[in-house]
Nanobody, 116 residues
Framework: QVQVVESGGGLVQTGGSLRLSCAAS????????MGWYRRAPGKQRELVAR???????NYADSVKGRFTISRDNAKTTVFLQMNSLKPEDTAVYYC??????????WGQGTQVTVSS
């Protein structure tokens, strides 16, 4: 069983930065994609960024140039560096791991609030 646990959310002012972390544990297939999604109040969950086990990345247009996703060498921890934060980035951020077994694992979510 795979588990993913997020950390690093909080309250920040407009223009500030936060770094989210997501640690995956358990029997993790070597080929997988880890990503960050978010759900703002009254909106649907949306992809923020994702990174494959080979290092390929994708970003939502709204965060390109401001957010950076990365993985550690063991490929079990994913980071989301968020810079130049805006009030519209306020949401619950969820970590996700997908693999080919097929597996689809979600964390419990971490709140990010950007004050204007």
């Amino acid at each position: 069983q795979v588990q993913v646990v997020e950390s690093g959310g909080g309250l920040v002012q407009t223009g500030g930065s936060l770094r989210l972390s997501c640690a995956a544990s358990g029997s993790i297939p070597s080929i997988n994609v880890m990503g960050w999604y978010r759900r703002a109040p009254g909106k649907q969950r949306e992809l923020v960024a994702r990174i494959s086990s080979s290092g390929g990345t994708n970003y939502a247009d709204s965060v390109k140039g401001r957010f950076t996703i990365s993985r550690d060498n063991a490929k079990t921890t994913v980071f989301l560096q968020m810079n130049s934060l805006k009030p519209e980035d306020t949401a619950v951020y969820y970590c996700n791991l997908k693999d080919s077994t097929p597996g689809d694992y979600w964390g419990q979510g971490t709140q990010v609030t950007v004050s204007s």
